[in-house]
């Protein structure tokens, strides 16, 4: 059974990888184009074969029939063993023709190692399209509460002024309740964020009135929505699952 079978838990779906994926990938007519392009996309001027091969198992999706390849379950026992069926070409600068062959040896030899010890496999998508945030601006009563659950975490001067020093973890608050995950965690996320919050002043430390600081931060949510609108981004969570030792029972005596 292949990688299509899948059992939802949640928000995961459980794969079992067995080696089926990456020969169909192997024989499949972009084969040659999609290794060349993730061969140019790796950049490892004078790196060695293996690093540059390694590489190119991290970009490799589960689509393609490829656990995460710097899980330590993985790299133990598919990868490492993959690795070991590389020439010898040491000394020698990897070129496209070369790591074309040499590629295609280590995906039959995964394959082979996923047949024999297949890869439980948790995987998530999520696509984050500004659908989340259009809810939250569109239900009033809930954008009144969570804002207002920002502005309460943030300092205030005298007269109830707020510096803008404090915008970015207020809008951590609203990010959470708008589906979008915590600035630091995925890179597509922090550079939409870092290029809505360009149109807007938010690192003058001026201080401004409640009111202003609501408004900024209801403007940039919107930059935020329209850029993922025009371009949504999807992120893949794949992590090993390790399967529980079956309990041997022992049966009573008579």
């Known amino acids: 059974m292949g990688m299509a079978a899948g059992l939802k838990r949640d928000a995961f779906v459980i794969l079992r990888i067995n080696g089926e994926e990456l020969l169909e990938f192997l024989k499949s007519p972009t084969f040659e184009s999609d290794t060349l392009s993730i061969f140019s996309e790796i950049g490892l001027p004078g790196g060695s074969l293996q690093d540059n091969i390694m590489e190119a198992f991290v970009k490799l999706t589960v689509d393609q029939g490829m656990p995460p390849a710097t899980d330590p379950w993985v790299v133990s026992n598919i990868v490492k063993p993959a690795l070991q069926s590389l020439g010898d070409v040491s000394g020698q600068p990897v ?21 024999e010890k297949p890869a439980i496999v948790a995987h998530s998508q999520n696509t984050f399209d500004g659908s989340g945030i259009k809810k939250l601006l569109s239900n009033k009563f809930e954008l009144h509460k969570i804002m207002n659950s920002a502005i309460e975490s943030v300092p205030k001067g005298q007269n109830g002024e707020i510096s803008k020093e404090y915008f970015h973890g207020a809008l951590e608050i ?10 630091g965690t995925q890179d597509k996320m922090d550079n939409i964020r870092a290029e809505a919050l360009k149109t807007f002043e938010v690192n003058d430390q001026k201080m401004v009135s409640e009111e202003e600081f609501k408004k900024l931060l209801t403007q940039v949510l919107k930059t935020i929505m329209q850029l993922l609108e025009a371009n949504p981004i999807s992120v893949s969570v794949n992590s090993i699952v390790h399967e529980p030792h079956a309990s041997s029972s022992t049966p009573s005596s008579p």
């Open 95 to 115: 070129s496209q023709a070369t790591f074309l062959v040499e590629f295609k040896r280590a995906i039959e030899s995964m394959a082979q190692h996923l047949k």
């Open 174 to 183: 609203l990010a959470s309740s708008a589906g979008l995950p915590p600035f």
